[in-house]
């Protein structure tokens, strides 16, 4: 994360109401590729657990695809209730230990911070050398309105040890057989982190791929970094919501900043597509895709709940990336530590909607005794369950 504290907008910066007219033109054209393209429909399984070919096909041809209405209401409900409170619980300003009403402040306890903050409308990684350098180009950073706060909340991490609704939407069945589907029975977790957008206040996420390790890998595929899910709290729309050049996961990394240039040096790339979404709807999204998400001078809010799953593989044996802790080899102990969030997230959703059908996850076959949701297995699997994250 960027340590800046304020930002000097240049004289060219637009205005959030100038950023926000340029992209209402943008959006039109962004939206009818999107209609070409399709890739979105409910989730179908064309036997038990197996995922539709059609939808399967067009995820590896396009690099996502959207899946409508999978949440159901009474779910959406509680996680949109346990956001509400994450975010009344947040730190009042970057280093404060207490909320805006005095409160300790939520995630103090933890290892790694809860919350990261920016300033309104800012990108804090573009152009930086932040997260491997993979966000190459700055975005347009529009100015904000003379009573915006000096920072807003930009990212939430550690859903699953702060409110039990997010740890039960990781044991979600039919997302993780989805995952099973695209990354194998054995899949992996990678990370979650909850990005925050409000409304003309919301940082921009700077274009990039998200892989950091297995580009020049001898057996690099289109899959190798694995995918991400967004679960949507509320209706994103494409000023808020994730924009993305379908089919970029299969060419490699590609030369951001030169595309950026070609472009006339406008962040608005002419190929992208906008991930509009309805509440309740979930993005996957190919890590290797191209995608960003720009100011958010939109008037909507956008909550996306976003967690990634690998292929064990992938991230067997690999140098972890994506975060400042010392270096370390992914083994197999690590491995199954994190998995270990999964089984007792399946187990959390099953005391919770007993009459739904578990997810049956192969690393833990057998093993559903020994993580079975409780306080004890929050102490001994859930807590501090980020700082194994599978980073590649
Ligand atoms: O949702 C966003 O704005 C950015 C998401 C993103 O960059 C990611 O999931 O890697």
């Known amino acids: 994360m960027s340590e800046a504290t304020t ?87 970057r ?28 990108d804090p990684w573009g152009g930086t050398k932040h997260l491997g350098g993979r966000h190459q180009s700055k975005m347009t950073e529009p100015v904000p309105a003379t009573d915006a706060p000096e920072q807003v909340v930009y990212m939430v991490y550690g859903m699953c040890q702060t409110m039990e609704p997010a740890l039960r939407l990781y044991g979600h069945p039919q997302l993780l057989a989805i995952a099973e589907n695209i990354n194998g029975p054995d899949f992996t977790p990678f990370n979650d982190a909850i990005f925050v957008k409000q409304p003309g206040l919301g940082g921009s996420v700077a274009w990039h791929q998200d892989g950091l390790t297995h580009w020049t890998a001898p057996n690099w595929d289109e899959g190798i970094h694995g995918f991400n899910f967004q679960v949507q709290l509320y209706a994103t729309t494409p000023g808020s919501c994730l924009w993305v050049v379908p089919g970029t996961h299969k060419l490699g990394k590609v030369d951001i900043k030169g595309m950026v240039a070609e472009n006339g040096g406008s962040d608005r790339l002419p190929d992208a597509v906008p991930l509009a979404c309805e509440p309740g709807d979930v993005t996957m999204v190919n890590r290797q895709l191209l995608h960003a998400s720009f100011a958010n001078t939109s008037r909507d ?54 009459d739904e059908t578990s997810y049956v996850y192969q690393p833990f076959a057998g093993l559903e005794d020994e993580y079975r949701w409780s306080q004890e297995t929050y102490e001994r699997v859930i807590r501090d369950y980020n700082t194994k994250d599978l980073g590649i």
């Open 301 to 354: 809010l956008r909550i996306s709940m976003t967690f990634g799953f690998h292929r064990r593989s992938s991230v067997l044996g690999a140098k972890g990336a994506l975060t400042n802790m010392e270096p370390v080899v992914y083994d197999e102990e690590r491995i199954f530590d994190r998995s270990a969030v999964i089984a007792v997230a399946v187990d959390a959703r099953r005391q919770r909607f007993p």
């Open 7 to 93: 930002v000097e907008h240049t004289t060219t910066a637009p205005s959030a109401a100038e950023h926000a007219a340029a992209m209402a033109r943008y959006t039109a054209e962004g939206e009818s590729r999107a209609r070409v393209i399709g890739n979105r429909g409910p989730i179908r399984f064309d036997a038990p657990g197996r995922l539709a070919q059609d939808i399967l096909d067009a995820y590896w041809q396009h690099g996502f695809y959207v899946f409508e209405n999978v949440i159901r209401a009474e779910e959406l409900a509680e996680l949109r209730a346990a956001m509400t409170d994450t975010l009344d619980r947040a730190p009042v300003a």
């Open 95 to 122: 280093d404060a230990d207490v909320d805006a009403r005095g409160r300790p402040a939520l995630g103090l306890e933890f290892e790694r911070p809860s919350f990261t903050f920016v300033p309104p409308l800012t």
